[in-house]
């Protein structure tokens, strides 16, 4: 079924359904880039939610029937949007703490914007803060700046760890198989080419595809290498979206994994806000410099 096929036959679905709020509207992007999301008025609230529908068109082509998409979206309207809520930015620790996450992004590029937040630096990239303003995905955040910070009264150390157990609520983990992405790639030869056939290629991200690379840190991520069998990860940081993540035991040619990133990079001139690193990165090493970092703001508390 087509993409907008999808959209008519989800919108019936939903408008069936007794629980669905009759205020619901269903928003186009645009007519060149036609994808859709459904906004979700809450009388409480001035700021409309909106829950992008890319994922749940991909969740219906590996099978998901759309009954059950439109029960998941009832569920999130309930659970997150009919609900009275503080959509104002924070101003204490405890109003704030709930909705604090981590991002990705490069150091270089942002280096104006990394003056007013506070960060840390992993590698050429920097962890930065933001806060859930109530809406249902990316949109809903804001930088957590400085100005936000001194208000919160606690430190960078106490600001990772709630986000860490966050993140992976808020913004839930995709990872996928490269091959069920893109089923005419031959991923044999690929690896091969990488001098190694005891590997997988692996897209990890967030659901809702924007802003994810971060989900590399995750703890569901290493658990996901750990039960597929394998040591080790190379992570490819192809944009701050998502990462391709090649686990492997044993040894892979970098320098070939480097040559494709510096071709994606290459793509994405242009588009500065979408480039993450200029370095492929073990995923053992980049644990490390992460707890190395905590190590030392613990230290500093």
């Not at 645009?30 to 994808?35: G, R, V």
């Not at 040591?231 to 070939?256: M, Q, R, T, W």
């Not at 242009?270 to 073990?282: A, F, W």
Request: aromatic share 10%; proline share 4%; charged share 25%.
């Amino acid at each position: 079924m087509s993409y907008s096929a999808f959209i008519k036959e989800l919108k019936k679905a939903l408008t069936d359904k007794p629980s669905f709020p009759q205020e619901a509207f269903f928003l186009k992007s645009s007519d060149s880039c036609p994808k859709f999301c459904i906004c979700l008025p809450n009388s409480d609230a001035p700021i409309v939610p909106r829950v992008a529908l890319d994922y749940f068109y991909d969740e219906y082509e590996n099978g998901r029937s759309i009954d059950n998409i439109a029960d998941s979206i009832i569920e999130i309207y309930i659970s997150h949007f009919n609900r009275n809520a503080d959509f104002q930015k924070p101003t204490v620790w405890d109003s704030v703490k709930n909705r604090i996450v981590y991002q990705l992004i490069n150091f270089e590029d942002n280096k104006s914007k990394l003056l007013n937040c506070p960060y840390i630096s992993i590698g050429d990239m920097a962890l930065i803060f933001k806060s859930n303003a109530g809406e249902l995905g990316i949109d809903g955040f804001f930088t957590v700046t400085y100005d936000i910070y001194r208000m919160l009264g606690v430190s960078i150390y106490e600001m990772i760890k709630q986000a860490e157990k966050n993140t992976p609520d808020i913004l839930p983990m995709r990872i996928i198989k490269i091959d069920d992405m893109l089923p005419d790639l031959n991923t044999e030869e690929a690896l091969r080419s990488l001098g190694s056939e005891d590997a997988e290629f692996r897209v990890v991200g967030n659901i809702f595809r924007q802003n994810g690379a971060a989900a590399v840190l995750y703890d569901e991520f290493c658990t996901d290498i750990r039960k597929n069998g394998f040591n080790d990860a190379c992570i490819i940081p192809l944009s701050v979206h998502e990462v391709i993540a090649v686990y492997f035991n044993g040894s892979l040619n970098e320098k070939k994994l480097q040559n494709m990133l510096e071709q994606s990079n290459a793509s994405l001139s242009g588009h500065k806000r979408e480039h993450l690193s200029n370095k492929v990165i073990l995923y053992s090493e980049l644990v490390n410099s992460y707890h190395k970092v905590l190590e030392t703001l613990y230290k500093s508390v």
